[in-house]
């Protein structure tokens, strides 16, 4: 099993900066890439940020103010949120897809989710 770990999360105000993390941990073999996630109330979960083999995608509502980063040796993941806006104001998931051991058997892939950490950004 793969299981993923955020903390971080908390209350800010508007134009302030909160700084996400999320450690995995388990039978790894290989994370190719890791990402954030948000789902606002009544809304659909959508893509922040992720990276994979160096190369970094951001959503275009926070392009610019996001900035993700990774620990390879670590394998961590971080979410430095700059500039927060009342829409930011969500659960903050962390994703990571990769192999993971299964004994004597060849790898097998995984996709892992955390239990989210919520951002509250007041206006």
């Known amino acids: 099993q793969v299981q993923l770990v955020e903390s971080g999360g908390g209350l800010v105000q508007a134009g302030g900066s909160l700084r996400l993390s999320c450690a995995a941990s388990?039978?790894?073999?290989?994370?190719?890439?890791m990402g954030w996630y948000r789902q606002a109330p009544g809304k659909q979960r959508e893509l922040v940020a992720d990276?994979?083999?160096?190369?970094?995608d951001y959503a275009n509502s926070v392009k610019g103010r996001f900035i993700i980063s990774r620990d390879n040796a670590e394998n961590t993941v971080l979410l430095q949120m700059n500039s927060l806006e009342p829409e930011g104001t969500a659960v903050y998931y962390c994703?990571?897809?990769?192999?993971?051991?299964?004994?004597?058997?060849?790898?097998?892939?995984?996709?892992?989710w955390g239990k989210g950490t919520q951002v509250t950004v007041s206006s």
């Open positions: 388990g039978s790894i073999f290989r994370i190719n890439a």
């Open positions: 994703n990571a897809v990769g192999l993971r051991t299964m004994g004597w058997d060849l790898p097998t892939e995984f996709n892992a």
């Open positions: 990276i994979s083999g160096g190369i970094t």
